[in-house]
């Protein structure tokens, strides 16, 4: 008998990208439940789930998956959360193609289940009430009153550590070095991918369930690691990758040059796009260059389009195949008319007397042999360097550890690239009851990454506090 043949994957709307450059309202519109269901239904319901495998959180995809096809919105909501806690943001922005979608049996025939489409549609579409936004439980649990945590700062990990926490009955406070919570999630990631009402909505729930959030509050400054520890039967840290990375080249200190960290968050906590209402704005820039050519690459380029400039290009050293941003990300940005100057490095930036940035010198590239990360290394193309116009220029090349709380807390072992150095499995860190997850850990890295860094910890304190660790209480 021949196989059932699939139907292809189904289609997410989405904001036509003339309309869409022009706010900063989200692109994707999701699915409703007739797509959904279409897209439920390509689900083999495989005997061995490598879905799951290819999931950081294990979130138990296959289940979930499994009772949408029954059309049973809540207990596949529920199947999420036994293990996610920010279903609505992972099925956003997590990169599910190398990640859960990269390990789906349909992925060899190109067109593997939009799993995190799927997921994205259960998390808006259920009514959850806090407790459940935070736990699979309907009920908040009963708060212990003889233990609790120090959580700081409150990006992917932290929140992660945080919810796992308080759905088990201990006391968590959550310490934020800025103004909102979130960390990345609220400084970092445009709204357009993001909108901040889905993180707002998923902080407020974990503050129903008891979770104190302290704004302000600069681990390192305000507070350090030797006063937490007093204050807490335990710490988790989560301090994330926020020091920028330059270029290193003549010319970087002109004006009109930004790192994409200040960018971005200048955009996002800073409403620059609300301007004059709000008075943070970076510059608008009339012809923007982004280097870099990541997912925060992206994100700048589309950005800076959307504030105002006319033309936005993204140079990268390597080809298009190369660029490290989901696919998604660069259809995304190409559709809205960002141009990209590949096989090009930035080796000079020119400015005016005035000491504005007035434009860049480029070398141009060919690839070579493989390197270490098994990508062709790129090499100048001797004596072809040229010169391009710019006004604005975002520098997206990486980040690395936030220095702030590491410089108080020398007790803290480092590893060989100054990230705190843990034991993996369940983020113990060498100063007893301190644990640590996220970018501080890890190097900058993925939101899923990074929260599975939190569930990890949370459930070594969840059992050295006494806590269940696998069942709520």
């Given at each position: 008998?021949a196989?059932?043949?699939?139907?292809?994957r189904?289609?997410?709307?989405?904001?036509?990208?003339a309309?869409?450059?022009?706010?900063?309202?989200?692109?994707?519109?999701?699915?409703?439940?007739?797509?959904?269901?279409?897209?439920?239904?390509?689900?083999?319901?495989?005997?061995?789930?490598?879905?799951?495998?290819?999931?950081?959180?294990?979130?138990?995809?296959?289940?979930?998956?499994?009772?949408?096809?029954?059309?049973?919105?809540?207990?596949?909501?529920?199947?999420?959360?036994?293990?996610?806690?920010?279903?609505?943001?992972?099925?956003?922005?997590?990169?599910?193609?190398?990640?859960?979608?990269g390990?789906?049996?349909?992925?060899?025939?190109?067109?593997?289940?939009?799993?995190?489409?799927?997921?994205?549609?259960?998390?808006?579409?259920?009514?959850?009430?806090?407790?459940?936004?935070?736990?699979?439980?309907?009920?908040?649990?009963?708060?212990?009153?003889?233990?609790?945590?120090?959580?700081?700062?409150?990006?992917?990990?932290?929140?992660?550590?945080?919810?796992?926490?308080?759905?088990?009955?201990i006391?968590?406070?959550?310490?934020?070095?800025?103004?909102?919570?979130?960390?990345?999630?609220?400084?970092?990631?445009?709204?357009?991918?993001?909108?901040k009402?889905?993180?707002?909505?998923?902080?407020?729930?974990?503050?129903?369930?008891?979770?104190?959030m302290?704004?302000?509050?600069?681990?390192?400054k305000?507070?350090?690691?030797?006063s937490?520890?007093?204050?807490?039967d335990?710490?988790?840290?989560?301090?994330?990758?926020?020091?920028?990375?330059?270029?290193?080249?003549?010319?970087?200190n002109?004006?009109?040059?930004?790192?994409?960290?200040?960018?971005?968050?200048?955009?996002?906590?800073?409403?620059?796009?609300?301007?004059?209402?709000?008075?943070?704005?970076?510059?608008?820039?009339?012809?923007?260059?982004?280097?870099?050519?990541?997912?925060?690459?992206?994100?700048?380029?589309?950005?800076?389009?959307?504030?105002?400039?006319?033309?936005?290009?993204?140079?990268?050293?390597?080809?298009?195949?190369?660029?490290?941003?989901?696919?998604?990300?660069?259809?995304?940005?190409?559709?809205?008319?960002?141009?990209?100057?590949?096989?090009?490095?930035?080796?000079?930036?020119?400015?005016?007397?005035?000491?504005?940035?007035?434009?860049?010198?480029?070398?141009?590239?060919?690839?070579?042999?493989?390197?270490e990360?098994?990508?062709?290394?790129?090499?100048?193309?001797?004596?072809?360097?040229?010169?391009m116009?710019?006004?604005?220029?975002?520098?997206?090349?990486?980040?690395?550890?936030?220095?702030?709380?590491?410089e108080?807390?020398?007790?803290?072992?480092?590893?060989?690239?100054?990230?705190?150095?843990?034991?993996?499995?369940?983020?113990?860190?060498?100063?007893?009851?301190?644990?640590?997850?996220?970018?501080?850990?890890t190097?900058?890295?993925?939101?899923?990454l990074?929260m599975?860094?939190?569930?990890?910890a949370?459930?070594?304190?969840?059992?050295?506090?006494?806590?269940?660790?696998?069942?709520?209480?």
């Amino acid at each position: 008998m021949a196989k059932k043949k699939l139907p292809p994957r189904t289609a997410m709307p989405e904001r036509d990208p003339a309309e869409r450059i022009a706010d900063f309202r989200e692109v994707g519109l999701g699915y409703d439940w007739e797509l959904a269901l279409a897209e439920a239904a390509r689900c083999l319901q495989c005997k061995k789930a490598t879905c799951i495998e290819g999931c950081p959180v294990e979130v138990d995809i296959k289940a979930f998956i499994g009772h949408l096809q029954n059309k049973d919105l809540e207990s596949a909501y529920r199947a999420i959360l036994h293990t996610n806690s920010l279903p609505a943001v992972c099925g956003r922005v997590c990169p599910q193609e190398i990640q859960c979608e990269g390990a789906c049996v349909l992925a060899k025939t190109g067109e593997p289940v939009a799993i995190g489409r799927l997921e994205r549609f259960v998390a808006d579409m259920y009514a959850a009430g806090d407790c459940e936004v935070v736990s699979d439980q309907p009920v908040c649990p009963v708060m212990r009153d003889d233990v609790s945590v120090g959580v700081v700062g409150s990006g992917p990990a932290g929140l992660t550590c945080a919810g796992f926490l308080a759905s088990r009955g201990i006391p968590v406070t959550v310490y934020e070095a800025l103004h909102e919570p979130g960390g990345v999630l609220a400084y970092g990631i445009p709204e357009f991918r993001l909108p901040k009402s889905v993180v707002k909505r998923e902080v407020e729930a974990m503050a129903s369930l008891g979770v104190e959030m302290r704004l302000n509050w600069v681990g390192g400054k305000t507070i350090d690691l030797a006063s937490l520890r007093e204050r807490h039967d335990a710490v988790f840290t989560a301090t994330g990758a926020g020091l920028p990375r330059f270029l290193g080249i003549p010319g970087e200190n002109s004006i009109g040059i930004y790192s994409a960290n200040e960018f971005l968050t200048r955009a996002n906590l800073g409403r620059a796009f609300e301007f004059p209402t709000h008075d943070t704005p970076p510059a608008r820039g009339r012809k923007a260059i982004i280097l870099g050519a990541g997912n925060v690459a992206m994100d700048a380029a589309r950005t800076a389009l959307r504030l105002g400039a006319s033309e936005v290009t993204v140079v990268y050293r390597r080809t298009q195949d190369e660029m490290p941003a989901r696919k998604e990300e660069i259809h995304h940005a190409l559709e809205e008319g960002v141009k990209l100057e590949i096989l090009n490095s930035p080796v000079e930036f020119l400015s005016g007397e005035d000491g504005r940035l007035r434009g860049i010198r480029l070398q141009r590239m060919a690839l070579g042999d493989p390197d270490e990360s098994g990508r062709r290394k790129p090499k100048p193309v001797e004596g072809d360097i040229w010169e391009m116009e710019c006004d604005l220029a975002v520098v997206a090349v990486g980040a690395g550890p936030n220095r702030v709380l590491l410089e108080a807390a020398p007790e803290l072992d480092l590893n060989e690239r100054g990230y705190i150095k843990v034991n993996e499995e369940t983020g113990e860190t060498s100063v007893d009851g301190v644990y640590a997850g996220g970018d501080i850990v890890t190097g900058a890295a993925t939101v899923i990454l990074a929260m599975g860094t939190g569930r990890r910890a949370a459930r070594a304190i969840a059992e050295r506090l006494g806590a269940m660790p696998d069942e709520p209480a």
